[in-house]
C-alpha cells in the first residue's frame, strides 16, 4: 500500500486511539458510579466539586443484598459447566476431526442446526420437560443447580466442538500414526500425543464456553426460583426492581461481575483470541 | 502368521470408538435439542393455559388451533404484541447487525497499520464484549436516565446540544438506546475478525495496483473488498441470528422484565416469556416459536443457497 505522510500517519494514529478511548468510556463510566456515593447520583450530581469515592457500596451488596450468594452460584454453575462440556467437545471434536465412521456427516450436520436454531426457542417444553421429570420421577431439575448445569453443558457443547475440530485438524496428523506404529493403541495416542499438543485449543474452548455461561441470564431467570441457586444476572435483575434507583448498587454488582470472566479472558486470551481469529468463534 | 509387520486393512466391522466419543455430546444434544423440539411441536397442538398445565399431556388437542390463533385472532394476548416486537426486531437486528459490520470494518482498516500500542489496543476494545450482556443492559439504562445520565448530561449540559433533556428509555428514542449499546458491544469483536481476515490477505495485488497508479479507495473496492466478502457474509449470517434472539439487553434496561417496554423496544424474546408466563399461554408460545424457528430455516437455507460458493472459501477456513 502507499505510503501516507508522517503528518496523516500521526493523524489515523490519534484517530485511532481517540475512539479505542471513547468507546471505553461506559466502562470507566461504571467503575466510577460504583465508588459513588448514592445520594450524588440520586440528585444529577454528575462530576462536580467534592467527588466523594468510598467502597462502601461493595460492602453493602454483600450485606444487604448477598449479591455473593449469586456469586458463588454462578461461579459453580459456569465452572462446572466448563470443565462438563470442554471434556465432551474434545471427546466428540477428535472424532470428528480424525476418525472416519458412519454418521459423521449427519453429526456435523446435526451442530450446524443447533447454531441456526437457538436454544432459547425451546424454553417452554423444556420448562415443562423439567417440571414433569421433578414430579412423575423425582429428578430435581427444576430450580437446581444441576439442571442448570446440564442445560448449560448441552447449550454450548456444539459449538465448543467446532471450535475444537479446528484445532485438532491442524495438528499433523503423522505424530499420531507414528505413536500408533510405535504400539499405542488409538486412545493411547489421543491420550499421550494429541491431548499435550492441543492444550491452546482447549484452553480457547474452556475460556469460550465460560464466557457464554456467565453472561445466560434467559434459562437461568426461567428455570430457577430460589435464591439458594440463582444467578448473577438473576440476582441483578431482581435486585433492579428491588432497588429501583440504587444505581450505585447496581454498577458495583456489574463491577463485580465482570470481574471473573475479565481474569478468564485475560489467562486464556493469548489462544483465544487465535480461536477467534481462525474464524471458529462466533462473534 | 507374522501379524506385526502385516499393513493395517480397513476393518469390517465398524469401530466402536468414534462412536463412544461422540455419546456423551449425542445425549446431550438428543436431551436438550432434540427432545424440546419434538414436545414443543406437540404442546404447540395443546391448550395449555393454567387450568390444563399441571396435567399437560391430558390438555385438550387443538390442532392448529393455536397457530391460527397467534397469526390471525385479534383477541389472544400474545398476538396483540406481535406485530409490534416483530417490527422492532427486524429493524433492530437489521441496524445493529449492518452497522457493526461497517464499524468492525472500518476499524479493522485502520488498526490493520502500524502504530505505537496496536496490541494493547486491540485488547482494551475487547473490554467492552467482555463486560457481560446483563451488565451491558444495567449500565446503559443508568447512562439513559433523563435526569440522572450521564449521557443527557454530556449531550444537553456540556456540549450544549439539545435545549432540552429527552427521554430515552421511553418512546421512539427506545429504539435507539437498545441499539447503540449492542452495537457498541459488538462492532470490535468483529473488528478481530476481519483484521484477522486482512492480514492474512498478500502484499502483491496492492504492490501493483500501486504502481498502475490505482488510488487506496478504488484499491479498497476493488482488491480488500472482494477478499473479505466470504467472512462478512458469515459473520452478517451470525449476526442476524443472534440478534434476532436478543433478549438480555432489553430485559436488563427495562427493570425487571415482567414490565414491557415500550412499543419501541419490545423485541421477540422478551415478549414471548413476558405473554407466555404473564398469561400462562404455554400452547402459544410454543407456536410462536415454531414460527420463528420454520422462518430461520428458511432464512439460512436460502442464505446458503445464495453464498454457499462464496462463503466456502473463506480466506483461513
Request: proline share 6%.
Amino acid at each position: 500500500m502507499p505510503k501516507p505522510s508522517p503528518r496523516a500517519r500521526a493523524l489515523l494514529d490519534l484517530l485511532t486511539w481517540a475512539i479505542v478511548g471513547l468507546s471505553l468510556l461506559p466502562i470507566a463510566w461504571m467503575l466510577l458510579s460504583s465508588l459513588r456515593n448514592y445520594s450524588e447520583i440520586a440528585n444529577g450530581a454528575q462530576l462536580g466539586a467534592g467527588l466523594d469515592l468510598r467502597w462502601q457500596n461493595y460492602r453493602e451488596l454483600w450485606i444487604r443484598v448477598d449479591f455473593f450468594g449469586f456469586f458463588r452460584n454462578s461461579l459453580i454453575i459456569c465452572g462446572l459447566s466448563t470443565l462438563l462440556s470442554t471434556a465432551c467437545a474434545v471427546c466428540a471434536a477428535y472424532a470428528l476431526a480424525r476418525l472416519r465412521f458412519r454418521g459423521g456427516n449427519a453429526f456435523s450436520l446435526a451442530i450446524t442446526v443447533t447454531q441456526v436454531i437457538p436454544g432459547m426457542l425451546f424454553f417452554l417444553p423444556l420448562y415443562m420437560l423439567y417440571r414433569q421429570l421433578g414430579e412423575r420421577y423425582g429428578l430435581v431439575l427444576l430450580d437446581s443447580m444441576q439442571g442448570l448445569v446440564f442445560l448449560y453443558v448441552a447449550l454450548f457443547t456444539p459449538a465448543s466442538i467446532w471450535i475444537m475440530r479446528g484445532f485438532f485438524v491442524a495438528i499433523p496428523r503423522e505424530l499420531e500414526d507414528a505413536a500408533i506404529i510405535d504400539g499405542c493403541s488409538r486412545l493411547g495416542a489421543f491420550v499421550r500425543i494429541v491431548l499435550p499438543l492441543s492444550a491452546p485449543g482447549i484452553i480457547a474452548t474452556a475460556t469460550f464456553v465460560f464466557l457464554l455461561a456467565w453472561d445466560e441470564l434467559f434459562f437461568a431467570w426461567v428455570l430457577t426460583s430460589s435464591a439458594e441457586v440463582q444467578t448473577i444476572p438473576v440476582g441483578i435483575r431482581l435486585f433492579v426492581s428491588q432497588f429501583q434507583h440504587r444505581y450505585d448498587l447496581m454498577m458495583a454488582a456489574g463491577a463485580v461481575s465482570t470481574l471473573p470472566v475479565l481474569l478468564v479472558f485475560f489467562a486464556g486470551q493469548r489462544y483465544f483470541v487465535k480461536g477467534l481469529a481462525a474464524g471458529a468463534v462466533k462473534g | 502368521m507374522p501379524r506385526a509387520a502385516a499393513p493395517r486393512l480397513p476393518r469390517r466391522r465398524p469401530d466402536p470408538f468414534p462412536y463412544l466419543l461422540l455419546l456423551p455430546a449425542l445425549l446431550l444434544m438428543a436431551a436438550v435439542n432434540l427432545t424440546p423440539i419434538l414436545q414443543g411441536f406437540y404442546m404447540s397442538l395443546l391448550k395449555l393455559n393454567q387450568f390444563t398445565l399441571a396435567q399437560y399431556l391430558d390438555a385438550p388437542f387443538v390442532g392448529l388451533d393455536n397457530y391460527r390463533r397467534v397469526l390471525f385472532d385479534g383477541a389472544s394476548p400474545l398476538r396483540a404484541g406481535l406485530g409490534l416486537a416483530l417490527r422492532n426486531t427486524l429493524l433492530y437486528t437489521a441496524v445493529v447487525s449492518l452497522s457493526a459490520i461497517a464499524i468492525g470494518l472500518g476499524m479493522a482498516l485502520l488498526m490493520n497499520r502500524d502504530f505505537p500500542g496496536r496490541n494493547l489496543a486491540r485488547t482494551l476494545l475487547l473490554l467492552p464484549w467482555i463486560v457481560p450482556s446483563y451488565v451491558v443492559g444495567s449500565l446503559w439504562g443508568f447512562m439513559w436516565q433523563r435526569d440522572v445520565g450521564i449521557i443527557n448530561t454530556v449531550l444537553v449540559d456540556w456540549l450544549h446540544l439539545l435545549d432540552e433533556r429527552p427521554f430515552w428509555l421511553i418512546g421512539a428514542n427506545s429504539f435507539w438506546a437498545i441499539v447503540i449499546p449492542t452495537v457498541w458491544r459488538t462492532w470490535p469483536v468483529l473488528m478481530l475478525i476481519f483484521l484477522a481476515a486482512l492480514q492474512s490477505i498478500p502484499e502483491d495485488p496492492y504492490e501493483a495496483a500501486t504502481l498502475d497508479g490505482v488510488s487506496r479507495w478504488q484499491q479498497f473496492l476493488h482488491i480488500t473488498l472482494p477478499l473479505l466478502k466470504p467472512v462478512i457474509l458469515i459473520q452478517l449470517m451470525f449476526q442476524i441470528i443472534d440478534n434476532i434472539y436478543s433478549y438480555n439487553l432489553v430485559s436488563m434496561m427495562f427493570g425487571n422484565g415482567a414490565g414491557y417496554p415500550g412499543e419501541w423496544a419490545d423485541l421477540l424474546m422478551p415478549l414471548l416469556t413476558r405473554q407466555s408466563f404473564s398469561y400462562w399461554l404455554f400452547g402459544q408460545g410454543a407456536a410462536v416459536s415454531f414460527v420463528m424457528m420454520a422462518l430461520m430455516l428458511v432464512f439460512v437455507g436460502l442464505w446458503l443457497r445464495a453464498f454457499r460458493q462464496q462463503m466456502s472459501d473463506t480466506p483461513h477456513a
